[in-house]
């Protein structure tokens, strides 16, 4: 899936699945953009009846309101709780060697999701559209896609319910009738509204939305679903892609096919701030998962953006302001502990802890998340990476 360029000051806010520009002061009115993109808001009865459903705890990223927006959420409740099947879609534009932070956040709230649903997943490589898009060689983009598989295997998804997939591999079959079944409702006109496409554009992004929108339909994948057409799709993304998915929902009932449902989260804020622009090109604006201690200590300390005042002295008078400190947007991703992080917002917003100190205590959450995600892609071989990208019998899905 596109990668967003993180918030970006401008006079209107613009999102798309390849810019996010804040308005005057760069920050995101998500409920505007709620409202600009006709998705619905993410409330609390609905967290509280994924608990009662699966019998699991909400996952911090929805008690936080991380994930917060969603599109038809309450029927795939209704096919969960009446027993229908269906399954969870996400994915992965291969621009860079190693994931940062904010590319692993859909993937831990798309495992947990797996497991407390306990359904099948598949996960879109879109080595295609970085080929498209950035100029990387065809060669290049496939080697990405497969080192970006390790770092997603690595999040501890169940083989034997997950299909992982390179377009550049996968392309051909149902999936490619799909995507012609999708193209031939979408005209240049629709498209060029959707995404914004010029006529200077080349071809190949102008067809690629269809490739994208396709796996949201389960014939796509007859290794999993036989030739099922009605089996409903649940894709958990940042609001971004969203414009991929009202295309995508429009076309289904025109193709015999089943709306997709969406679960939508909040951008992952750079280093620099809400305003700053996180990319993977810029190793100074983002933690990496390849990041070593020091790494991430030096990145913290000199680059994530302070909510503090001028002195010590003034912090302790007047507390930081926690809307734009970005230690604590981090802490509020990561940190586990509901009741600690809690209290170190309040300590921080009155005073009674520095800049400093909460550095330290998302240096020390943060080192120890990606020393297990370190530990954990170490055991992912090549021969693992193929077993869950390779296309094979999957009866559970069935």
């Known amino acids: 899936m596109a990668e967003p360029v993180e918030a970006i000051a401008g006079e209107e806010q613009h999102i798309d699945p390849w810019t996010v520009s804040g308005g005057a002061d760069g920050k995101i009115d998500y409920n505007k953009l709620i409202e600009q993109f006709g998705c619905s808001k993410l409330n609390s009865d609905i967290i509280a009846r994924i608990e009662r459903l699966t019998g699991k705890p909400a996952h911090p990223f929805l008690k936080r309101g991380i994930f917060f927006a969603h599109r038809d959420i309450e029927d795939i409740l209704d096919c969960y709780e009446k027993g229908i099947p269906f399954y969870l879609y996400t994915g992965r534009g291969p621009s860079s060697e190693a994931l940062h932070l904010g590319h692993l956040v859909p993937f831990m709230f798309t495992k947990y999701l797996q497991d407390a649903f306990n359904v099948p997943l598949v996960i879109q490589l879109t080595d295609d559209e970085k080929s498209l898009w950035r100029g990387i060689t065809i060669e290049e983009s496939q080697r990405l896609a497969r080192e970006n598989a390790k770092d ?30 999708i193209q031939r409702c979408v005209t240049m006109n629709q498209v060029k509204g959707i995404f914004g496409f010029t006529m200077e554009e080349n071809i190949g992004k102008i067809a690629f939305p269809a490739v994208q929108a396709a796996p949201s339909f389960s014939d796509c994948f007859p290794h999993m679903f036989g030739n099922r057409t009605n089996v409903r799709c649940l894709i958990p993304c940042a609001i971004d892609q969203d414009p991929y998915f009202r295309m995508t929902r429009d076309v289904a009932p025109r193709i015999d096919r089943q709306k997709p449902a969406l679960i939508e989260s909040r951008f992952f804020p750079a280093l620099q701030g809400e305003s700053g622009k996180m990319s993977a090109s810029d190793t100074t604006s983002a933690i990496f998962v390849s990041d070593s201690p020091k790494q991430i200590s030096d990145k913290i300390k000199k680059y994530a953006f302070s909510g503090g005042a001028a002195t010590a002295e003034e912090q302790r008078v007047k507390g930081a302001n926690l809307e734009v400190d970005v230690s604590w947007k981090y802490l509020n991703f990561f940190m586990e502990d509901d009741a600690k992080l809690e209290q170190i917002g309040k300590d921080y917003a009155s005073g009674k802890i520095l800049t400093g100190e909460i550095k330290q205590e998302l240096i020390a959450v943060l080192t120890d998340l990606v020393q297990r995600h370190q530990n954990a892609r170490a055991m992912v071989s090549d021969d693992v990476v193929n077993a869950f990208m390779s296309v094979r019998p999957m009866p559970q899905c069935h």
């Not at 079959?173 to 995507?179: E, M, Q």
């Open 152 to 181: 997603i295997i690595a999040c501890g998804f169940d083989i034997n319910k997950t299909f992982i997939f390179s377009d550049f591999d996968f392309l051909g079959g149902a999936f490619y009738r799909n995507i012609v079944r």
